[in-house]
């Protein structure tokens, strides 16, 4: 029997489902430490939680009380992060305002102060600054938009993170180091042999319709919250990889009106917050149970009117921004019972499914954004051990692409003659790759053109992340660089966009004009919920124009 | 007798137009852009999707089409290139847009010029490949010729590079380049840069001497300009009196409609006429505004005009209002598309309830969202009001 695994000639060694920050996350560390792994992502990169949380890479002080483990990881993580992917990362402070109608504000106030005290202690770990008490009057300078009377509060440090460029830079160092991947490939069922072990996956191109299989001697469920139904494509109960699904939605407005992130409270007692992001505004988060379908999760109406009316009680300059924008994820929380959800924990488990009877088999059940690299490495670790790979990891100290070098936008914009908001945002989203694709421009001066005024994006970003980060789509372009994410609703930018990752793919321009009204399809309907007077309008504007240009299918038409 | 029209959009001026032909006076009040004036230049009936482009056309919106004298309004189909790369039909065109329907089995020469934004290579391919050239055989090549003057002229807008070619020395230079880079074919498909007045492009067609014309243009770029000169020559031709203002409210006193101006000058007092035409667009032109939720809570309404005017408004047949939530009207049900399906409630332009008040354009419901409607429907309501006043006046 152990003769015969030994001879067994396998594809890979691993296969990974799921291309989320935590399976990518293992695909780097295998690679790096020479398994042999593929991965493959039923949608795209950080279609999931990964690129639809509110990217802090915080120790969130909130777990302190319930769960103090999650900061001392999340902390300690976070200062490797900064280590390994510095462009990525930038520094959100935070200001929580102590209201005077909460009863016992003051004895609050300084109960707030101690707990930050005690979370400053974990803060260099992730180059944080100390916590400050304010006083009212600091409060009401530093953010004279704030509303309502303050007995004080506090300012704090945090760091934020683009989500979905951690899962591609995990991903494309993996891919690097010899990892194969596919996105837009679902897995169809997990193979098990008849001793119940598994032996790799069926998986579908849900593009090409091309079916196949890859065999493996370790099988890795790193499907986020799909993870109940990825167990039970290897003939598993659900309840086998039991988690917690918990919804949560952010909204983005057209305009920045802070330079803090402001923390406030819900009616019902939860922590909300407005935070600054480039030249956005963003507010989040909610958390509600969710058994609805994973691959079409968005906002509600519903969830979007307790979230704005919640912010709006103490930052009523909300009212004065149009919102445009929401995006929605669902957190893959380690199942607990509980009456909030917001007291569930946040820590991670791989799970070994031997004792369900498929032996090599694991599920990746929980985690965050914060600790996906720890994590991910307690799971190579598992794989290694099983493998016999004695290799130590090494993800903590070497670099994610474009993370081994700084380099200085503006030197950038001159040397390209690009404009400067163009060159930071491409240096943010590449760091030191930025200049593979300014390469391009040397190359084809006409790559140069802006493709999407609004964030802005480059023909040759473009055409870079179809090349270099498997992005297939015009959606998938978007969730790399922010096309078509501003007011106009991609209105001027997705036709375009289309016709040149067509180009790219060898697909036919019609494709390409398929490909542009998906997008604008979908991202519409991830407005529908926030739409008020002046977005109404732009709405209709670009239903005029996207109709002239390209021509509307019914499912812009009908609900 | 004198008819107020609100909106200077193609509805508007077909109305003003129409109704100018009466013994009265017609007044037309209208500021700021709406849709025509941002429109792609392409002149549809139905919404083009579901249209053959062979349309029959009431003579009257052919007459005002020769009238306003910038549209080619032929018997038969027309059919454009747009930005995106379709060889797509509609029912006419602004002239200065090239017409392909004639051009099928030909051979058209995509103006290959390093402007931002503006990738000949690809249009032509994009182009070539669609349905129709490959069901006719039409050929579209990219052919390199630099129409920028200077280096910044590649970065500049359609709008200000077509104005560029309203010069008649501008326009030679252009026509002399294109000559220059290819003669080897039947027509030129350029951009849309062909000036913010009318004849630029028929002028280079006869520099030519062949088929030369724009893509559609991107909201806000020329073929939107060019349709308002066209508007102002034929409104002042017509005999109105166009009065750039935002009407407030209009209201009726005595039999009569009082038109409120919104912060009038000193001068500019209410008018009062016998007649109103709403032309004021719809929702994409702001002459319909979706309702906050608490606006739409206070007075039970979830859509109002621009204006205050005693209107109702309806959706796929039924009253808007009557789909609103506690929150407004319930778009995450009716999805985004009811945001042109909305309108003001009215019989063949009449306004339902209402006495010498009539709509046209994108303002009405379950209309089609196009020019050659707009058109129509602003005759119509021309033809209304003048029937309506030579009873009140006989
Ligand atoms: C609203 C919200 C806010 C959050 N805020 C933060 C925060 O501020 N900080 C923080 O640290 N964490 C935060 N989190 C938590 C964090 O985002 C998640 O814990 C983490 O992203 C989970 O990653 P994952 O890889 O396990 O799952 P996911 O990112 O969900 O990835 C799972 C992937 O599996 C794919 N998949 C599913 N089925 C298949 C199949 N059959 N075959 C192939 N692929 C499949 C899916 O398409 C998906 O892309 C937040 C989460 C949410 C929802
Ligand atoms: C980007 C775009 C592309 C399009 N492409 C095509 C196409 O390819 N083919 C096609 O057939 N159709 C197209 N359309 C649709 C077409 O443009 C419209 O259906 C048509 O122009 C509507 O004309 P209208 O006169 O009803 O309204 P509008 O042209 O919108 O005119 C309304 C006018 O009323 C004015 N107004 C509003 N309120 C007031 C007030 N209170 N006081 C005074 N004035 C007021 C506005 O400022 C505006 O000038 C397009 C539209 C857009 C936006």
């Given at each position: 029997?152990?003769?015969?695994?030994?001879?067994?000639?396998?594809?890979?060694?691993?296969?990974?489902?799921?291309?989320?920050?935590?399976?990518?996350?293992?695909?780097?560390?295998?690679?790096?430490?020479?398994?042999?792994?593929?991965?493959?992502?039923?949608?795209?990169?950080?279609?999931?939680?990964?690129?639809?949380?509110?990217?802090?890479?915080?120790?969130?002080?909130?777990?302190?009380?319930?769960?103090?483990?999650?900061?001392?990881?999340?902390?300690?993580?976070?200062?490797?992060?900064?280590?390994?992917?510095?462009?990525?990362?930038?520094?959100?402070?935070?200001?929580?305002?102590?209201?005077?109608?909460?009863?016992?504000?003051?004895?609050?106030?300084?109960?707030?102060?101690?707990?930050?005290?005690?979370?400053?202690?974990?803060?260099?770990?992730?180059?944080?600054?100390?916590?400050?008490?304010?006083?009212?009057?600091?409060?009401?300078?530093?953010?004279?938009?704030?509303?309502?009377?303050?007995?004080?509060?506090?300012?704090?440090?945090?760091?934020?993170?683009?989500?979905?460029?951690?899962?591609?830079?995990?991903?494309?160092?993996?891919?690097?180091?010899?990892?194969?991947?596919?996105?837009?490939?679902?897995?169809?069922?997990?193979?098990?042999?008849?001793?119940?072990?598994?032996?790799?996956?069926?998986?579908?191109?849900?593009?090409?319709?091309?079916?196949?299989?890859?065999?493996?001697?370790?099988?890795?469920?790193?499907?986020?919250?799909?993870?109940?139904?990825?167990?039970?494509?290897?003939?598993?109960?659900?309840?086998?990889?039991?988690?917690?699904?918990?919804?949560?939605?952010?909204?983005?407005?057209?305009?920045?009106?802070?330079?803090?992130?402001?923390?406030?409270?819900?009616?019902?007692?939860?922590?909300?917050?407005?935070?600054?992001?480039?030249?956005?505004?963003?507010?989040?988060?909610?958390?509600?149970?969710?058994?609805?379908?994973?691959?079409?999760?968005?906002?509600?109406?519903?969830?979007?009117?307790?979230?704005?009316?919640?912010?709006?009680?103490?930052?009523?300059?909300?009212?004065?921004?149009?919102?445009?924008?929401?995006?929605?994820?669902?957190?893959?929380?380690?199942?607990?019972?509980?009456?909030?959800?917001?007291?569930?924990?946040?820590?991670?488990?791989?799970?070994?499914?031997?004792?369900?009877?498929?032996?090599?088999?694991?599920?990746?059940?929980?985690?965050?954004?914060?600790?996906?690299?720890?994590?991910?490495?307690?799971?190579?670790?598992?794989?290694?051990?099983?493998?016999?790979?004695?290799?130590?990891?090494?993800?903590?100290?070497?670099?994610?692409?474009?993370?081994?070098?700084?380099?200085?936008?503006?030197?950038?914009?001159?040397?390209?003659?690009l404009e400067a908001v163009a060159a930071t945002r491409l240096e943010y989203r590449h760091g030191s790759r930025a200049r593979r694709v300014l390469e391009r421009i040397h190359r084809s001066p006409r790559e140069r053109a802006v493709v999407c005024e609004c964030e802005p994006v480059?023909?040759?970003?473009?055409?870079?992340?179809?090349?270099?980060?498997?992005?297939?789509?015009?959606?998938?372009?978007?969730?790399?660089?922010?096309?078509?994410?501003?007011?106009?609703?991609?209105?001027?930018?997705?036709?375009?966009?289309?016709?040149?990752?067509?180009?790219?793919?060898?697909?036919?321009?019609?494709?390409?004009?398929?490909?542009?009204?998906?997008?604008?399809?979908?991202?519409?309907?991830?407005?529908?919920?926030?739409?008020?007077?002046?977005?109404?309008?732009?709405?209709?504007?670009?239903?005029?124009?996207?109709?002239?240009?390209?021509?509307?299918?019914?499912?812009?038409?009908?609900? | 007798?004198?008819?107020?029209?609100?909106?200077?959009?193609?509805?508007?001026?077909?109305?003003?137009?129409?109704?100018?032909?009466?013994?009265?006076?017609?007044?037309?009040?209208?500021?700021?852009?709406?849709?025509?004036?941002?429109?792609?230049?392409?002149?549809?009936?139905?919404?083009?999707?579901?249209?053959?482009?062979?349309?029959?056309?009431?003579?009257?919106?052919?007459?005002?089409?020769?009238?306003?004298?910038?549209?080619?309004?032929?018997?038969?189909?027309?059919?454009?290139?747009?930005?995106?790369?379709?060889?797509?039909?509609?029912?006419?065109?602004?002239?200065?847009?090239?017409?392909?329907?004639?051009?099928?089995?030909?051979?058209?020469?995509?103006?290959?010029?390093?402007?931002?934004?503006w990738d000949g290579p690809s249009l032509a391919g994009a182009l070539a490949e669609s349905d129709w050239a490959r069901s006719t055989r039409t050929a579209f090549v990219p052919v390199s010729v630099d129409l920028c003057a200077a280096e910044h002229e590649r970065d500049i807008g359609?709008?200000?590079?077509?104005?560029?070619?309203?010069?008649?020395?501008?326009?030679?230079?252009?026509?002399?380049?294109?000559?220059?880079?290819?003669?080897?074919?039947?027509?030129?498909?350029?951009?849309?840069?062909?000036?913010?007045?009318?004849?630029?492009?028929?002028?280079?067609?006869?520099?030519?001497?062949?088929?030369?014309?724009?893509?559609?243009?991107?909201?806000?770029?020329?073929?939107?300009?060019?349709?308002?000169?066209?508007?102002?020559?034929?409104?002042?031709?017509?005999?109105?009196?166009?009065?750039?203002?935002?009407?407030?409210?209009?209201?009726?006193?005595?039999?009569?409609?009082?038109?409120?101006?919104?912060?009038?000058?000193?001068?500019?007092?209410?008018?009062?006429?016998?007649?109103?035409?709403?032309?004021?667009?719809?929702?994409?032109?702001?002459?319909?505004?979706?309702?906050?939720?608490?606006?739409?809570?206070?007075?039970?309404?979830?859509?109002?005009?621009?204006?205050?005017?005693?209107?109702?408004?309806?959706?796929?047949?039924?009253?808007?209002?009557?789909?609103s939530t506690l929150h407004g009207f319930d778009l995450e049900r009716r999805g985004v598309g009811a945001l042109e399906r909305v309108g003001v409630a009215a019989d063949h332009g009449a306004v339902r309830g209402a006495e010498r008040l009539f709509v046209a354009g994108d303002v009405?419901?379950?209309?089609?969202?196009?020019?050659?409607?707009?058109?129509?429907?602003?005759?119509?309501?021309?033809?209304?009001?003048?029937?309506?006043?030579?009873?009140?006046?006989?």
């Open positions: 029997m152990s003769a015969e695994i030994v001879t067994e000639r396998h594809d890979v060694d691993v296969v990974i489902i799921g291309g989320g920050v935590n399976g990518t996350g293992l695909a780097r560390d295998c690679a790096l430490r020479g398994i042999k792994v593929a991965l493959f992502e039923r949608n795209d990169i950080a279609f999931g939680a990964s690129g639809n949380s509110s990217g802090m890479i915080h120790g969130g002080p909130r777990y302190l009380v319930y769960d103090p483990n999650v900061t001392y990881t999340s902390c300690l993580d976070s200062g490797h992060i900064q280590r390994i992917a510095p462009h990525l990362l930038f520094r959100i402070p935070f200001l929580m305002p102590v209201h005077a109608q909460r009863t016992g504000a003051k004895v609050a106030l300084t109960l707030i102060d101690a707990f930050f005290d005690l979370y400053d202690k974990y803060q260099p770990l992730k180059r944080g600054k100390p916590h400050t008490r304010l006083t009212p009057e600091e409060l009401n300078e530093l953010e004279p938009g704030l509303v309502g009377s303050v007995v004080g509060g506090v300012a704090f440090d945090e760091w934020g993170i683009d989500g979905v460029r951690l899962c591609l830079g995990s991903l494309v160092d993996a891919i690097e180091n010899g990892a194969e991947a596919r996105v837009h490939c679902t897995v169809t069922e997990i193979l098990r042999k008849d001793d119940g072990s598994v032996k790799g996956v069926r998986w579908r191109d849900r593009t090409s319709g091309e079916t196949g299989s890859t065999t493996a001697k370790i099988v890795v469920n790193a499907t986020g919250a799909w993870a109940p139904i990825t167990a039970s494509l290897g003939g598993l109960e659900p309840k086998a990889a039991r988690l917690r699904p918990g919804k949560g939605i952010h909204i983005f407005y057209d305009r920045r009106l802070t330079n803090y992130a402001i923390v406030a409270r819900t009616i019902d007692g939860r922590q909300i917050f407005v935070m600054p992001w480039q030249n956005t505004t963003v507010i989040g988060t909610t958390d509600d149970d969710y058994y609805g379908d994973l691959d079409r999760c968005v906002a509600t109406a519903d969830e979007a009117r307790y979230l704005i009316q919640a912010v709006e009680r103490v930052f009523p300059a909300l009212k004065q921004a149009r919102a445009i924008g929401t995006w929605a994820g669902v957190r893959p929380t380690l199942y607990a019972w509980g009456p909030n959800e917001d007291a569930l924990s946040r820590e991670h488990e791989v799970l070994d499914h031997e004792k369900h009877g498929a032996d090599g088999l694991y599920s990746m059940i929980g985690g965050k954004l914060a600790s996906y690299r720890i994590f991910s490495e307690e799971a190579a670790d598992v794989v290694a051990r099983r493998l016999g790979n004695g290799e130590a990891c090494r993800t903590h100290t070497s670099s994610l692409p474009g993370g081994d070098e700084e380099v200085d936008p503006l030197s950038l914009a001159g040397e390209a003659g480059l023909e040759a970003e473009v055409r870079y992340v179809v090349e270099n980060e498997l992005a297939q789509t015009v959606e998938d372009v978007s969730r790399r660089t922010r096309l078509g994410l501003g007011a106009c609703g991609g209105m001027r930018c997705a036709a375009r966009c289309g016709q040149i990752v067509a180009d790219m793919t060898e697909r036919s321009p019609q494709q390409g004009q398929r490909m542009a009204l998906e997008f604008l399809e979908s991202a519409a309907r991830r407005r529908l919920s926030i739409i008020g007077a002046d977005q109404a309008r732009q709405e209709a504007f670009a239903l005029a124009s996207v109709r002239s240009e390209l021509g509307l299918d019914r499912r812009f038409e009908e609900p | 007798m004198r008819v107020a029209v609100v909106g200077t959009g193609v509805a508007g001026t077909a109305a003003a137009w129409y109704a100018a032909r009466g013994e009265g006076e017609v007044v037309v009040v209208g500021s700021g852009s709406g849709s025509t004036a941002l429109y792609s230049g392409a002149l549809d009936w139905l919404p083009w999707e579901r249209s053959t482009g062979e349309e029959r056309l009431d003579h009257e919106v052919m007459a005002f089409a020769t009238a306003l004298d910038a549209w080619t309004v032929g018997s038969g189909r027309c059919r454009v290139a747009t930005r995106a790369g379709l060889a797509r039909p509609t029912r006419a065109i602004d002239t200065a847009l090239l017409n392909l329907e004639p051009l099928a089995g030909r051979h058209v020469a995509v103006v290959d010029t390093p402007r931002a934004g359609d709008y200000d590079f077509a104005a560029l070619h309203d010069d008649e020395d501008r326009l030679s230079t252009m026509a002399e380049r294109l000559r220059t880079a290819s003669t080897a074919h039947d027509a030129w498909l350029l951009g849309p840069w062909l000036g913010v007045s009318t004849e630029a492009a028929e002028q280079l067609r006869g520099l030519l001497d062949m088929p030369v014309g724009e893509t559609t243009s991107a909201p806000g770029g020329p073929a939107g300009a060019r349709f308002e000169a066209a508007r102002d020559r034929l409104l002042d031709e017509a005999g109105t009196r166009v009065m750039p203002a935002r009407v407030a409210a209009i209201e009726k006193a005595a039999n009569m409609w009082t038109v409120q101006l919104e912060n009038s000058k000193a001068g500019a007092s209410d008018l009062v006429v016998d007649a109103v035409v709403l032309a004021v667009g719809g929702v994409a032109a702001g002459g319909i505004v979706l309702d906050e939720p608490a606006r739409a809570f206070r007075d039970g309404s979830s859509f109002h005009l621009s204006l205050g005017a005693p209107v109702r408004f309806e959706i796929d047949g039924g009253d808007a209002d009557a789909s009405v419901a379950g209309r089609p969202r196009t020019v050659l409607e707009a058109a129509r429907a602003g005759i119509a309501a021309g033809r209304a009001v003048l029937g309506h006043t030579r009873e009140s006046i006989t």
